[in-house]
């Protein structure tokens, strides 16, 4: 006989409610043991016998339960370790309920709870839960009485609606603000810079004195038209135009005298005023004398001076570096001795530094033997400093030791200069392969933090036809990095130093700024004040028959340098030799000058045939005495007087040729 089927409770809760929808018992008195379970009724067995081999076996009939409502029936959970819980005993008729048993089994399913509703908030994994063995990453909540079971199931999403009310959310007024967004930054900045564009005044770009025409001032409201070119040129000139003047502009050489230039706008405006009309009286007693002007101009020239290291006043270095030759210093450290003789007197770093490299000049020869003998010695410092004489590498390393010692920062730099051996590029010539080596040079830090290259052993002397010819060259000190990088080519490409921060390649560099081979110039050039930089035309070569006027200009190395102050005194005239059509008629020619820029116009048919030399003069003596400071005007008055004698020196050499192949 089968038990009966009795009804089946998931917690202990719905079996103690159950029991008290009955109403058929009464509580048990508090305080005392609980009285056992009663025991489990006895199974009758079956003496009807065995019965094609089973034995068959009777329950005993379990007693009516009284006709009260049963409870419903809840879902069985799946997820559940025990697939069947036993039938609890039939109760009988009584007021009391029996006792409980104490639940041993901790794998028994805890009590299902209503679903939750969805929310944004992670829901943590409840501990201790033993409806779970598996699931802790399940997106619902374990107690869900959705019937899949969490066994198997790791990423459920399912829900059912349920009953149950969660707390009220949580007062958001009560948390901190969240910071804004990046959308929202971006919204108020644009907003912070659209106010500002209509507070603030706009103001006219700066323009050069020279080169902006007169134009009204721009201001926050819209400017008036422009003039009509018919009436005065009396527009108000551009009030930040004098805020340019400050620095001098760079000064152009004339145009040729063939060029005729039209009559600009500017012109017609000048002879508007009656012819009838008397100009205004000048006004006499506000007029600055002769001497006020010549003090306010060499005021301002020395101002410039001295921020440019050409024209700047070396004297007291130069003086100084002259006074203690080598065999005066003492043997134990001369090092320590010449930076402070040198460099002690003088708090500008580029005093310092002058006053090294001049005393290289006067105490250092070339050595001519050694090198031209392909036996170069090592030496250090002091045996360099004793012997007088060393390769660029020895001025270099002592020109970096007595910089070091008195507190300048110096470095030796080596790559490739153009000097004795150099053979410049010809028209269309491929530059040799990379070979930055051969020479050395120095950078030292002077003043404003600013590193300056210079050539100790270029600045001394120069070498030809295998002998030493001490020259002092203080361009080699003075020489902007840009110009110096020239005729150097460092190995490391952070030696340049250049003011725009530029690295030339290797091929650039070979090839110089001229196409082809560069006109030879001549240093006696340089010490009276003439740049070789801007010569033009640049190269060696002139053809004749181009038809062309041909302009040679040049000009000074500096704006504000004066031959008396900072050369040898009065400038020199300069000529130019020619030898006339297809060169049958030799003259010499002076050139023209503003006191900045030299120039001449001549055309190339009357330079002179192809294979023929023209140079530029400068004219020394004239008559058996100094030529310094001979005008045009007096030249060709001692040359028109038959009896004249004259002298000069060479500073440019020039080549006649047919053409020059592209």
């Excluded at 971006?186 to 134009?215: G, M, N, W, Y």
């Excluded at 001025?395 to 910089?403: F, G, P």
């Excluded at 330079?607 to 005007?633: C, H, M, S």
Aim: proline share 12%.
């Amino acid at each position: 006989m089968a038990d009966v089927e009795e009804p089946k409770f998931n917690s202990l809760a719905d079996r103690i409610a159950a029991l008290n929808r009955q109403k058929n018992f009464t509580s048990p008195p508090a305080g005392g043991k609980r009285p056992p379970p009663p025991p489990p009724p006895a199974k009758a067995s079956n003496t009807n016998g065995v019965t094609n081999g089973v034995v068959s076996v009777s329950s005993p009939t379990l007693p009516a339960r009284p006709q009260k409502r049963n409870p419903p029936n809840l879902s069985q959970r799946t997820n559940t370790t025990i697939s069947e819980i036993e039938a609890p005993p039939s109760l009988p008729g009584r007021d009391a309920p029996p006792p409980l048993p104490t639940r041993k089994n901790s794998a028994q399913p805890s009590p299902a709870l209503p679903a939750r509703r969805p929310s944004a908030q992670p829901l943590r994994s409840r501990r201790g839960s033993n409806s779970s063995e598996v699931s802790h990453i399940s997106t619902m909540s374990n107690l869900s009485l959705n019937p899949v079971s969490s066994r198997t199931s790791t990423t459920s999403t399912e829900t059912q609606p349920g009953r149950r009310v969660l707390a009220p959310a949580l007062d958001q007024a009560k948390l901190p603000p969240l910071p804004p967004s990046r959308k929202e930054r971006e919204a108020q900045a644009a907003k912070e810079a659209a106010e500002r564009e209509v507070t603030d005044v706009i103001k006219a770009p700066l323009l050069s004195a020279r080169s902006a025409p007169a134009v009204p001032q721009v201001g926050s409201r819209p400017g008036l038209p422009p003039r009509l070119p018919s009436r005065p040129g009396n527009s108000p000139a551009h009030p930040q135009a004098d805020d340019g003047a400050s620095t001098t502009p760079r000064r152009l050489p004339p145009p040729p005298s063939a060029f005729v230039r039209p009559p600009s706008t500017f012109d017609s405006s000048r002879n508007t005023r009656p012819r009838d009309e008397a100009p205004p009286p000048v006004p006499l007693s506000s007029r600055p004398t002769m001497a006020q002007i010549d003090a306010v101009t060499v005021r301002a020239s020395t101002n410039q001076a001295g921020s440019c290291l050409i024209c700047r006043d070396f004297s007291a270095p130069d003086t100084v570096a002259a006074q203690y030759p080598n065999h005066s210093l003492p043997r134990h450290d001369p090092v320590g001795y010449l930076a402070s003789v040198l460099c002690g007197p003088f708090p500008s770093a580029t005093d310092k530094a002058r006053a090294i490299f001049t005393w290289c000049h006067h105490n250092i020869a070339y050595n001519v033997e050694e090198f031209f003998g392909k036996c170069i010695k090592g030496r250090n410092v002091e045996e360099t400093i004793f012997h007088g004489k060393a390769v660029c590498q020895g001025y270099a390393e002592v020109y970096q030791a007595i910089a070091q010692r008195a507190g300048l920062q110096c470095v030796v730099v080596g790559g490739h200069g153009k000097g004795y051996g150099y053979k410049p590029l010809t028209r269309g010539e491929p530059p040799p392969p990379r070979n930055p080596s051969g020479h050395a040079w120095n950078a030292v830090c002077i003043d404003n933090g600013e590193w300056k290259l210079i050539d100790a052993c270029w600045g001394a002397g120069s070498v030809g036809d295998q002998q030493y010819h001490k020259q002092f060259k203080p361009q080699m000190f003075c020489l902007a990095n840009e110009l110096f990088g020239l005729k150097h080519f460092p190995q490391d490409d952070r030696y340049f130093f250049r003011n725009d921060g530029r690295i030339p390649t290797w091929e650039e560099y070979m090839i110089g700024p001229v196409r082809g081979e560069k006109a030879e110039f001549y240093g006696t050039a340089t010490d009276e004040g003439i740049s070789e930089f801007t010569f033009s035309p640049a190269e060696k070569h002139i053809p004749v028959y181009s038809g062309e006027v041909l302009r040679f200009q040049f000009s000074k190395v500096c704006e504000h340098w004066v031959p008396e102050r900072n050369g040898k005194g009065r400038s020199y005239l300069l000529l130019m030799k020619i030898h006339g059509l297809d060169g049958r008629k030799e003259d010499i020619v002076p050139l023209e000058t503003d006191g900045f820029w030299w120039w001449i116009d001549v055309p190339a048919r009357d330079l002179g045939a192809p294979g023929q030399t023209i140079f530029l003069y400068a004219l020394t003596t004239l008559n058996n005495r100094d030529a310094r400071g001979v005008t045009k005007e007096e030249y060709y008055r001692a040359k028109g007087s038959g009896g004249y004698s004259m002298s000069w020196a060479i500073y440019v050499k020039y080549e006649l040729v047919s053409s020059i192949p592209f």
